[in-house]
């Protein structure tokens, strides 16, 4: 499907034309070989240029002076600061049929392109493909792809959002990683950053000042969603990607942080345009929110149908209530769950820990609403992912700073809870590299950055110093490469033939109940032992825990059980063991 949109050049068979909107611009021209006048129509500046293929690079005049790649760039071979290139989208699809899958089936692995794979590629990632398929994850989040400044960044900082980066591969090499994981039954979201743009090579305000409104964000001006050309910039974004790249769902970074968001508010626009463009081309598509807000009103309540609304949110409660019980942390946001098995109850069996409660991290404020009227596929839950890693000062993961028997009990409750799962890439082996910040800027940018993070973690660099990895050193960077070999040792085998076998028994067992199940009963966590009941349709999925270092007696349980996971529970628990069974017909 080829789609002529407002932002961004398009083809056809005579030529390409070209738009931009710059209300603050006097003139401008398209610098091709030969310079373009381009025509003024109202805020907007316009170009056709016939005979033109694709592949030619361009680049923008503002007002005689400045030089600018395309906002709505495709593609950016050299770059932030380089031409654009023109690219056709016409792409030979091997799964033209595929419509996606239901939600329910959703197991999420999350995924940094640049360092999944030591030659960090799309190309070099398709090859790990069939990995996924044989532990049973069954949807890849991509972190955010748009172009960003220098040879690598976590790509927060991306400045041309309808851009792959270049550095990950051409617009062709991403379409065929997703093409490959649609043929092995694997769904592929992306990571989209609505609420700011990246520090570098951001030309917007100088075209369009009203593109940013007075309010701040912690990384700049607030994108003004109020502004009709800004919302629609947003809006043919989503459909950019999810139309020419056929990615199954979208995850919106930080959304609390829009604080324009307009009237109605983009999100709700936003997920509107998407859900009619599911319709329309009749695939299953989802999105998904990170909202520190815990705002469950836009959250929906309707599996069939979610037109402004959201699939699902990304439940840091869950995480943090995890980190408390098992590192014992306490410092920063982790004060709010210092009771740690209440919080924990209360994110298994209503989704949110807080929901309108004062938060002390918050100086007292409250949080959150109430969220038990909402399923367990409402919240998407984890006990790693990349920035509860990788904002730590040294970016360790959980699995270095917790017992392994206590870390194997997380995990495991994890992938049977019947929320939809995230593994953080590596996470089913039990990887042992960090993930830490790191970018590639230069210069002022550079030393802001490092002073930024120093001020952040004032206290950390005092204990720690120099063990501190520099955000800017390239081997910050190489460390965060995964170590597929590592998969070869016994312990790390082992741990990875314990996912796949709890996500056989998810697959076979939970996933056939989950469109029907609603919150949970009977959930306790006393003196260690965690247990816990979800019904749907006349049956129960039953969880049982052991989340201390010693025995514990057994809690009574029904008589008519299905074990599906651990066996029948002995009288006294052992250290950290976990049961899952069913109950009913």
Not at 306 to 316: E, I, K, M, P, T
Not at 543 to 567: D, V
């Amino acid at each position: 499907m080829m789609t002529r949109f407002g932002f961004g050049p398009w083809i056809d068979e005579h030529g390409a034309g070209f738009r931009l909107w710059a209300p603050a611009a006097e003139s401008v021209r398209l610098l091709l070989e030969k310079p373009v006048p381009m025509t003024r129509r109202a805020e907007w500046f316009e170009a056709y240029v016939g005979k033109l293929s694709p592949g030619a690079r361009y680049r923008f005049e503002i007002d005689g002076d400045l030089e600018i790649p395309d906002p709505a760039s495709h593609f950016q071979p050299d770059d932030v600061a380089g031409p654009s290139e023109l690219v056709d989208h016409r792409f030979r699809w091997q799964c033209d049929d595929w419509k996606g899958r239901p939600w329910e089936e959703v197991v999420f692995s999350e995924v940094h392109i640049g360092t999944f794979t030591r030659e960090g590629t799309f190309a070099a990632a398709a090859r790990k493909l069939d990995h996924f398929r044989e532990t049973g994850i069954t949807a890849i989040e991509l972190m955010p792809l748009s172009e960003f400044p220098g040879r690598w960044n976590w790509g927060y900082d991306g400045v041309l959002p309808f851009a792959p980066d270049s550095s990950y591969g051409r617009p062709n090499d991403l379409k065929a990683l997703i093409d490959a994981a649609h043929a092995r039954g694997l769904m592929v979201f992306l990571d989209v950053v609505f609420n700011h743009f990246g520090p570098q090579g951001n030309y917007l305000g100088r075209i369009a000042p009203n593109f940013f409104s007075d309010a701040q964000t912690p990384w700049g001006g607030a994108i003004d969603y109020r502004v009709r050309e800004v919302r629609q910039f947003a809006i043919q974004n989503a459909i950019h990607w999810l139309n020419h790249y056929r990615f199954d769902g979208l995850r919106l970074d930080a959304v609390h942080a829009i604080v324009t968001p307009g009237e109605p508010s983009i999100l709700h626009e936003l997920s509107a345009a998407v859900t009619a463009f599911a319709s329309k081309v009749g695939r299953r598509i989802h999105l998904v929110l990170e909202n520190d807000n815990n705002e469950s009103s836009l959250l929906s309540r309707n599996d069939e149908s979610h037109s402004g609304l959201y699939r699902a949110q990304w439940n840091d409660d869950y995480h943090h209530s995890w980190h408390v019980l098992l590192t014992g942390e306490e410092s920063g946001y982790y004060r709010d769950y210092v009771d740690a098995p209440r919080h924990i109850v209360r994110t298994l069996a209503e989704g949110f820990a807080y929901q309108g409660e004062a938060s002390p991290h918050r100086s007292g404020g409250s949080r959150g609403e109430p969220s038990q009227g909402l399923a367990p596929s409402a919240f998407v839950n984890f006990i790693q992912n990349h920035d509860q890693i990788g904002n730590r000062p040294k970016g360790e993961r959980l699995s270095v700073l917790t017992q392994r028997p206590a870390f194997l009990a997380a995990l495991s409750i994890l992938l049977l809870q019947p929320s939809p799962p995230l593994l953080f890439m590596g996470d089913e082996w039990g990887a042992a590299e960090p993930f830490p910040f790191f970018c590639d800027f230069s210069g002022e940018l550079a030393d802001a950055v490092r002073n930024g993070r120093k001020e952040e973690f004032r206290e950390a660099y005092a204990q720690y110093g120099a063990e501190i990895p520099d955000p800017l050193a390239a081997q910050t960077r190489e460390s965060a490469i995964l170590n597929w070999t590592a998969i070869d040792v016994p312990e790390h085998r082992a741990l990875l033939d314990l996912v796949r076998g709890i996500l056989n028994v998810r697959r076979h067992h939970i996933v056939p109940l989950l469109a029907t199940m609603r919150r949970a009963e009977n959930v306790s966590l006393d003196s260690g032992v965690l247990s816990a009941e979800w019904r749907s349709n006349g049956q129960s999925l039953l969880l049982l825990a052991n989340l201390s270092a010693e025995p514990k007696i057994r809690p009574p349980q029904p008589q008519r059980l299905q074990a599906i996971w651990g066996g029948d529970p002995p009288a006294r628990l052992p250290a950290w063991s976990v049961y899952a069974a069913l109950t009913g017909p």
